[in-house]
């Protein structure tokens, strides 16, 4: 009896430790599923850059039978011009000798630039294939000297915060040999500033929601035939990406909910005295794979 008097503190000591340590393993697990389940730490991510296509907040309001697209729409012969390989060659030599000049260009003119041109080079952009036929693009044209400087003061604001705050030491000092910082002077310059908005929906004549199918990419690639468009006619821009600025410009441009801004690019000459950074592309077998 003495002999369990004596030992009845060392089993509760025991107990206690099996306690904790059971207590501990079942709060470690559940901090190993939180930490998973929560997405990673990114703050410089902007959330107009997210393709809400699969996602629909309000999922009841979307009309999943009927998208407002005629089933029976007519399919027409489809003729073109056939080119000799020797023309091919040529074509595509002259073509990527064009695009292989196209440079991002931060110091631009207050040259006028005609507006048929910006007109013209827009509807070459809107040739761009989307997702199910959708055209999931907006493109807002601002000439207007007054809203371009509150895009200005709108942009530089939020961009010292991305480079100070947001973006992080790795991604500021990738930019330093850019020479480029939240000051954005072009903007105020430039004669055009062209705001591509995506359409992340659209609206059915029902008044439901309709999908608009990969819109992110659909987007993406009319930007980019865009900027081919504009380095057809000789005019230089700077793809600029202002992170966290959609939801301000959206307002100022009085832009629909359903639309958000995927890229802003001032449009116009050189200036004369302009600068480029010494860069030197990949070569075609760093980037081309023949299987």
């Not at 910006?118 to 036929?133: E, L």
Request: with cysteine.
């Amino acid at each position: 009896m003495a002999l369990f008097s004596s030992l009845t503190p060392v089993f509760i000591a025991i107990i206690c430790v099996l306690i904790g340590v059971i207590l501990k393993t079942t709060n470690g697990e559940k901090e190993k599923r939180e930490t998973k389940s929560k997405p990673l730490s990114r703050p410089w991510v902007d959330e107009d850059l997210k393709d809400g296509t699969d996602h629909h907040s309000e999922e009841e309001e979307v009309d999943e039978e009927w998208q407002g697209l005629d089933e029976n729409v007519a399919h027409v012969p489809f003729f073109v011009e056939r080119y000799s390989e020797a023309e091919m060659i040529k074509r595509s030599q002259m073509f990527y000798e064009l695009l292989n000049k196209r440079r991002s260009v931060r110091f631009l003119s207050n040259e006028p630039v005609p507006r048929e041109v910006i007109d013209n080079v827009i509807r070459t952009a809107g040739t761009s294939p989307s997702g199910a036929h959708t055209e999931p693009w907006t493109f807002v044209v601002v000439q207007d000297p007054y809203l371009k400087h509150k895009i200005r003061e709108i942009v530089e604001e939020e961009e010292e915060i991305n480079y100070k705050k947001r973006m992080g030491d790795r991604w500021v000092n990738d930019l330093k040999r850019l020479r480029t910082n939240w000051i954005k002077e072009y903007l105020d310059t430039a004669p055009y500033l062209i705001l591509i908005f995506k359409q992340v929906y659209g609206w059915l004549p029902n008044g439901k929601k309709k999908t608009h199918y990969y819109n992110e990419i659909s987007v993406s690639i009319a930007c980019g035939i865009l900027l081919a468009a504009l380095q057809n006619v000789g005019l230089y821009t700077v793809t600029s990406t202002p992170l966290n600025c959609g939801p301000q410009l959206r307002v100022l441009l009085q832009r629909p909910a359903n639309e958000k801004l995927l890229l802003l690019l001032p449009v116009g000459y050189p200036k004369k005295d302009a600068t480029v950074p010494a860069l030197i592309r990949k070569p075609l077998e760093d980037i081309m794979v023949v299987m």
